[in-house]
C-alpha cells in the first residue's frame, strides 16, 4: 500500500478508488493515475445521444444504414 499526501491528491484529482498504474523504469518508479477511456467515452456518448433525444436503437440502425445503405436487413422488432 502506497499513501500519496493529501495535498497531492487533491492537486491531481485523486480518491481513495482512482486505480493507479506503477511503471519500473530501470528503478525509476513512475506512479501515474489509471485514465479509463473507454468508460469515458461510453458515457460521454450516452450523455449526448440523451441529449440528442435518440435511442440506442436509433444508433444501432444509422449505424446499419451506413454499413449497408439501402440494404439494412431489417429486424424483428422494427
Known sequence: MV???KAV???????P???????DWNG???LSPRI????DLAKQIA???AAAGLSV???????D??????????SEDA
Open 28 to 30: 525509476v518508479f513512475i
Open 65 to 74: 444504414q451506413e454499413r449497408y445503405g439501402a440494404d439494412v436487413p431489417q
Open 17 to 23: 478508488d482512482t486505480p493507479l498504474t506503477l511503471v
Open 47 to 49: 450523455v449526448e445521444r
Open 9 to 15: 491528491r487533491q492537486h491531481y484529482g485523486l480518491g
Open 57 to 63: 436503437q436509433d444508433l444501432l440502425r444509422t449505424w
Open 36 to 39: 479509463p477511456v473507454v468508460t
Open 3 to 5: 499513501t500519496l499526501p
